[in-house]
């Protein structure tokens, strides 16, 4: 460290390159520092026109804002990070059970029936609801004549329109309706097994992982299922 006296009475404080403050901390000041700084300040200032005690206020308070702030973000971190944790842990109880998730899909195992829901706004008639091949081939339509507006339960056996059988797989769903005088396209939501758990990165939070379907958000879940 090199002090140079710029006249009489004051003298300002400089450092070398080589007498740097250690970068530890990302570089970044830290209270042994600030009172280090401080104390040389205080050492070197000009015996004529000290600092005043606004100035010295001043600035402790301002530091000790700035690592209020620092501590502040470092404590939102570790919780932001717990709480990923918990999140993690809540959505692994899932993998086994079947959720409920909007789709255009569903998936047949061979075994178990497929299931789904139909949330209707308001009261429908002549509905549609499609299955297909994922080439867009016609498998199965079943015809409900009216429904009362709200959630309906639909299951499908895995037949095609002759009863046979289908293979297992993943087919289309496609649900039309008329409500209100006008021939509508209604929205599925399907139920899936959980296979696993992806945890997010880069901060694309925790993905479930459905049997055929693919991924989907943990705020895609609609409902839950034992079966």
């Known amino acids: 460290m090199t002090i140079n006296a710029t006249n009489g009475l004051s003298r300002d404080l400089y450092w070398q390159d080589d ?3 250690p970068e530890r901390n990302n570089g970044a000041l830290t ?3 600030f009172f280090a700084l401080l104390t040389q300040q205080l050492a070197f200032q000009d015996p004529t026109k000290p600092v005043e005690n606004d100035q010295m206020i001043a600035q402790m308070t301002n530091f000790t804002m700035a690592d209020g702030i620092s501590s502040l973000n470092t404590n939102f971190k570790s ?8 999140q993690a842990l809540q959505a692994s109880s899932l993998v086994g059970r079947s959720v409920l998730v909007p789709s255009s899909e569903m998936v047949f195992t061979g075994q178990d ?5 139909i949330d209707f706004e308001q ?3 002549n509905v549609r609801v499609r299955i297909e091949k994922p080439n867009g081939e016609l498998v199965q339509t079943i015809t409900i004549p009216e429904v009362a507006a709200g959630k309906f339960d639909f299951v499908w056996d895995g037949t095609n329109s002759k009863d046979e059988d289908m293979p297992p797989g993943v087919y289309k769903i496609k649900v039309d309706a008329n409500m209100g005088g006008e021939n509508q396209s209604v929205p599925v939501m399907v139920y899936a ?3 696993s758990v992806s945890l997010g990165q880069a901060g694309k939070g ?8 693919g991924a989907f958000k943990l705020s895609d879940v609609r409902e839950i299922s034992y079966a």
Not at 79 to 86: G, K, L
Not at 113 to 117: A, Q
Not at 207 to 213: E, F, K
């Open 123 to 125: 009261r429908a008639t």
């Open 19 to 21: 007498n740097k403050v």
């Open 113 to 117: 029936l497929s299931r789904g829901i």
């Open 193 to 195: 097994p959980v296979s």
């Open 31 to 33: 209270q042994a520092d």
């Open 206 to 213: 925790i993905t479930l992982n459905l049997v055929g379907l």
């Open 79 to 86: 919780f932001a990070e717990s709480m990923s944790s918990n």
